[in-house]
């Protein structure tokens, strides 16, 4: 079992200017790749043990950046599969792949990478492992969303879990409640594929550069069946995305204004009457459950 910490602990490790690499590089990092290295071994810990990593486990890193946690992962699991996208670091990288033996770095963008074909039946499979795949990552904040959804919409029944260090408002976002201000549209898509939870939060002074705001570590177990039944899952991703898509208004109005619903107000007004909710409730008073009822009976 992890020990508990309180939240804004203190961390030792000191930024200095420049940042050492698992080769014993220093690196600069790169303001327009959202760099921000993490350097507080005490997270890196905390991190592995969210992960529950086993010899059996392969993981993929994305953004391994000086390699502090890339090591450690493989230490623990089977087999890594390290993805970054800054050739700069590579050399550094491809050092600590040589000591470790169970670990694969490779020079590419997650966003355009085949997970499935390039990672899983490339290096995981042939070795005997897949069977439990685990994301293991410190997300660059500009990007976050886009490689979440990607792991989401395309992976989500090669994958296990996902253990990322993410804006910490965005972790909020992931694990809101409906009727609350950080619920939408993202809460919706993530509760549907996964179940997640906020694991704990890291101060600025982690990491270097230090970023403008905290951070936070969310694992989402992947769910191996749907939460509630669909008659089309398209259909009800454009739903969640139409009733976000203008918050302030309401549901009726939202879903009537989204030229791709191709719905009319009385129609929408008909379906809500039906789930015994007001015309005039909006989109974040629904639950991702209710979302999915909504998505069938305007279908049907």
């Known amino acids: 079992m992890c020990p508990q910490r309180p939240d804004g602990f203190t961390g030792k490790n000191e930024s200095k200017r420049d940042s050492q690499a698992a080769g014993g590089e220093f690196i600069r990092p790169k303001k327009s790749l959202g760099q921000n290295f993490l350097n507080d071994t005490r997270v890196v810990q905390d991190i592995l043990c969210a992960a529950e990593l086993g010899e059996n486990d392969a993981v993929i ?157 969310v694992r989402l177990k992947m769910r191996k069946e749907p939460p509630f039944e669909l008659i089309s899952r398209d259909h009800f991703f454009l739903t969640v995305r139409a009733a976000f898509s203008q918050r302030r208004k309401t549901l009726t109005n939202a879903l009537a204004n989204a030229p791709y619903m191709n719905v009319t107000r009385e129609k929408v007004a008909e379906v809500l009457a039906k789930m015994g909710k007001d015309v005039m409730v909006r989109g974040e008073r629904l639950s991702p459950a209710e979302f999915g009822q909504l998505s069938n009976l305007l279908i049907k």
Do not use: W
């Open 61 to 217: 890193e994305v953004g391994p950046g000086l390699g502090a946690m890339t090591g450690k992962l493989a230490e623990q699991a089977g087999f890594v599969a390290a993805v970054e996208i800054d050739t700069a670091l590579i050399p550094a990288l491809k050092k600590l792949e040589e000591r470790c033996g169970n670990l694969a770095v490779i020079n590419r963008d997650i966003l355009k990478t085949d997970v499935r074909k390039d990672i899983i039946e490339g290096f995981f499979l042939p070795r005997g492992l897949g069977g439990s795949v685990k994301v293991v990552a410190n997300l660059p904040y500009y990007i976050t969303t886009p490689i979440v959804m990607k792991f989401l919409e395309e992976n989500s029944a090669d994958i296990d879990s996902l253990v990322i260090m993410v804006q910490k408002e965005v972790a909020e976002r992931m694990t809101a409640d409906p009727g609350g201000k950080d619920y939408g549209a993202m809460t919706v898509t993530v509760n549907y594929f996964s179940e997640p939870e906020i694991m704990f939060t890291v101060p600025p002074h982690c990491f270097y550069p230090r970023p403008g705001v905290d951070s936070a570590v």
